[in-house]
């Protein structure tokens, strides 16, 4: 299966305090994407990493990939209780495939 | 610059009725996808769409789904006699280009649609 897998699978942490959310997947990709999804609604994109790159940076998202290890890490700094989503792993694979593989998400919940 | 559209948000369907959701891209976009979530799920890829072409539907059922995109209109997903099992969120996305050959794509998703089969 090519499928990301993401962990914790659920996470709860105080406001202000940083979340770490992990992904591993399987085959070779050509860059793997961060979404949240607020409970019920669609998904929101937060962020693309390209298989060259190791870390990337927007506002208080750090993504880290190590393609050597098949795996990719979201941190959140300074957790907001408005944080509090579904936050999934998205990869786009070499070898000719348009779709998009998600894991089974990590559910944060950010106490205020 | 509106984004994916997608209607019905919310659609109740009776066992053996046929479900029809409704997807319009982004403007400019013309590669659809479509992907079913089910509960505490990620979200599992159906069918890759360009205009008046499915480009690759490994994520179908073989039975009962269709989906189409045709020159003027939504892209549609359409469920024929609809069970239990196919209630579910179905997202829709749009990209501008294909993902193949580059990795600086992404797809943008709708709202999604929520069908619930009783």
New interface residues.
């Given amino acids: 299966s090519q ?1 990301g897998e993401e962990d914790p699978q659920a996470l709860s942490i105080q406001e202000g305090e940083n979340a770490t959310m992990n992904c591993s997947y399987k085959t070779s990709i ?2 793997l ?1 961060w ?1 949240r999804q607020n409970s ?6 937060l962020i ?1 990493i ?3 790159e190791r870390e990337k940076h927007s506002g208080r998202l750090r993504v880290t990939l190590d393609t050597s290890k098949k795996s990719s890490s979201l941190l959140i700094t300074a957790s907001r209780a408005a944080d509090t989503a579904s936050y ?1 792993c ?1 990869t ?1 694979f070499q070898g ?10 990590t559910k944060l919940t950010v106490n205020p | 610059n509106a984004g994916v559209m997608q209607n019905p948000r919310h659609l109740v369907r009776r066992r053996g009725q046929e479900a029809r959701l409704r997807c319009s891209p982004m403007k400019g976009h013309s ?1 659809v ?1 479509w ?1 079913r979530q089910l509960p ?6 159906m069918v ?1 769409l360009q205009k008046e072409n499915i ?2 539907e ?2 179908m059922p073989k039975e009962r789904f269709s989906a189409e995109f045709p020159k003027e209109g939504p892209s549609i997903l359409r469920i024929q006699q609809v069970v239990r099992g196919d209630s579910a969120a179905y ?1 829709c ?1 749009s990209s501008k280009t ?3 050959g ?3 794509e ?7 649609t ?1 069908l619930l089969v009783l």
């Fill in positions: 499928q050509n860059n994407q979404y019920g609604r669609g998904l929101v994109h693309l390209r298989s060259n999934f998205a786009a000719g495939s348009e779709k998009l593989v998600f894991g089974k998400g | 590669h996808y992907y505490e799920e990620g979200l599992k890829f890759y480009i690759d490994s994520g997202f996305a294909s993902l193949l580059t990795s600086r992404t797809q943008y998703f709708g709202p999604g929520r």
